[in-house]
């Protein structure tokens, strides 16, 4: 797994073995996993729009039309640790 953060957004890589071993956790697994096994990337920008994915260095969207949005949601929100809001007064 690998985290890059900048001033635009943020992107994330996932081996094959990140996304099995998240889609099979013992106690929360992802039943049925589009995702399981294989390599992803996804870019956010700052406002949290995604940007761009590949599933196997596959970035053709005719490929991606039917991946699971709620997985990819989970598998992100689940890698891509939160940061804390901070509110200046």
Same mark, same amino acid.
């Given at each position: 797994?690998?985290?890059?953060? +900048? ?7 996932? +081996? ?16 049925? +996993? ?56």
């Amino acid at each position: 797994m690998r985290i890059k953060r +900048s001033d635009q957004g943020v992107k994330l890589w996932l +081996s094959g073995n990140d996304t099995y071993n998240w889609a099979h956790q013992a106690g929360n697994s992802w039943p049925c +996993s589009q995702l399981s096994g294989k390599r992803l990337f996804v870019e956010y920008d700052v406002n949290g729009d995604l940007v761009d994915v590949a599933v196997n260095n596959n970035k053709d969207l005719t490929d991606l039309r039917d991946l699971d949005n709620n997985e990819l949601n989970a598998i992100v929100a689940d890698h891509v640790p939160q940061e804390p809001i901070t509110i200046n007064i």
